[in-house]
């Protein structure tokens, strides 16, 4: 393998792959990140950090990948993607612009932000294996290491139980039906498994990847960059 390819499986062998669909939501503008160009159009190794995860869900998935970008991008040509739409003004808004792609046939929906390039193959497998098992929806978690404290105007108001609190990534996988429900009032969430749960959805938790970590900041860009060559320096050897 070259050092320029991606160090994934051609194929995901998988019942749940042929009836999904992705939606891969790259509307944000990046304000924590704060760079001139939005953090998804920054570079990674050889290509920009929105192109890695649409490599890995091209392969995978062909042409069932819908990328939902900002206005001002929605002119440029995104080879990677099946299609792309332009998004809202929220995640949740960007979503249902995807969605709205997704055609009614489709089975399974994934969600997954831009932000986040590097996907790992295990973290799909086990996702599709949990909702061809009959969850309502399955997400990646991370044990949290710090503890955890609700605070309200400064002041704590609970320690929930760390041994309970996961971190939750994407992708994310839903029944296509469930996931247009919890989605056609319009609400507001970080992610969409919390709208699925508002709407009574079961969602299993599979256990998450420290690849799968979000460019928030430019720490977070330079953590990805020592993860890819790592990857590289693995696959040459
Ligand atoms: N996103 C989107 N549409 C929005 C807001 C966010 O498609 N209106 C996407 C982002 O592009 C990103 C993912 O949702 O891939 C996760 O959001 P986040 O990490 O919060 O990115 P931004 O909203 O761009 O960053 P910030 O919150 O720092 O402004
Ligand atoms: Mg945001």
């Not at 320029?4 to 990140?33: C, K, M, T, Y």
């Not at 089975?107 to 009959?134: Q, S």
């Amino acid at each position: 393998m070259s050092q320029n390819e991606s160090p994934l499986p051609d194929q995901l062998i998988h019942p749940a792959a042929s009836p999904s669909w992705v939606i891969v939501v790259a509307a944000g503008s990046g304000s924590r990140f704060g760079s001139e160009i939005p953090k998804q159009y920054l570079a990674l190794g050889d290509r920009r950090v929105l192109d890695h995860c649409l490599e890995s869900f091209r392969r995978w998935f062909g042409q069932q990948v819908v990328l939902v970008v900002h206005a001002d991008r929605c002119k440029d040509d995104e080879p990677g993607a099946g299609c792309v739409v332009t998004g809202g003004s929220t995640r949740s808004e960007s979503v249902r612009c995807g969605l709205a792609m997704v055609p009614v046939t489709a089975e399974f929906v994934l969600v997954h932000d831009a932000a986040r390039p590097l996907i790992d193959p295990k973290v799909m497998t086990d996702l599709l294996d949990a909702i061809v098992g009959g969850a309502d929806g399955a997400i990646p978690g991370v044990p949290v290491t710090d503890t955890i404290k609700r605070v309200v105007n400064g002041f704590v108001v609970e320690t929930p139980n760390r041994n309970e609190l996961v971190a939750v990534q994407t992708p994310q996988v839903f029944r296509a039906d469930i996931l247009r429900r919890a989605h056609a009032d319009g609400a507001d969430a970080t992610d969409d498994a919390a709208l699925v749960e508002q709407y009574g959805g079961r969602i299993a938790v599979v256990p998450g990847s420290l690849m799968l970590r979000k460019v928030t900041t430019l720490a977070d860009l330079e953590y990805l960059k020592d993860v890819l060559a790592a990857q590289e320096w693995v696959d040459v050897t």
